[in-house]
């Protein structure tokens, strides 16, 4: 059984930086698509960025290309997030996700639904 779990999140003023991290057990980590993916109140989750585990490819939504940081630990099973330059506009709740047996494509950004595994959450808050 695939379990994550998230932390790392917190409160920050803007122009601030994060590290979140995701833990995950119960399924071989080489050879899967793994996620992040932000949801505020009200809204449709959003894809973040996804990363191949093996480091093959990456891909960023636009609006935190340049700020943020996908990367893995495989030694350790863990997902990262680095966040940098964070605006009010990053506020939100934070998931990790993975989808086994899959590279990534840019497309999984766009549809959440294909990942099967989720943690529960880490809440971001930017505010000053």
């Known amino acids: 059984q695939v379990q994550l779990v998230e932390s790392g999140g917190g409160s920050v003023q803007p122009g601030g930086s994060l590290r979140l991290s995701c833990a995950a057990s119960?399924?071989?980590?080489?050879?899967?698509?793994m996620g992040w993916f932000r949801q505020t109140p009200g809204k449709e989750r959003e894809g973040v960025a996804v990363?191949?585990?093996?480091?093959?490819?990456?891909y960023y939504a636009d609006s935190v290309k340049g700020r943020f940081t996908i990367s893995q630990d495989n030694a350790k099973n863990t997902l990262y997030l680095q966040m940098n330059s964070l605006k009010p506009e990053d506020t939100a709740m934070y998931y990790c996700?993975?989808?086994?047996?899959?590279?990534?494509?840019?497309?999984?950004?766009?549809?959440?639904?294909?990942?099967?595994?989720w943690g529960q959450g880490t809440q971001v808050t930017v505010s000053s």
């Open positions: 990363i191949s585990t093996g480091g093959l490819s990456t």
């Open positions: 119960g399924y071989r980590y080489s050879g899967n698509c």
């Open positions: 996700a993975a989808r086994t047996n899959s590279y990534c494509t840019y497309n999984f950004l766009l549809y959440p639904a294909v990942f099967s595994s």
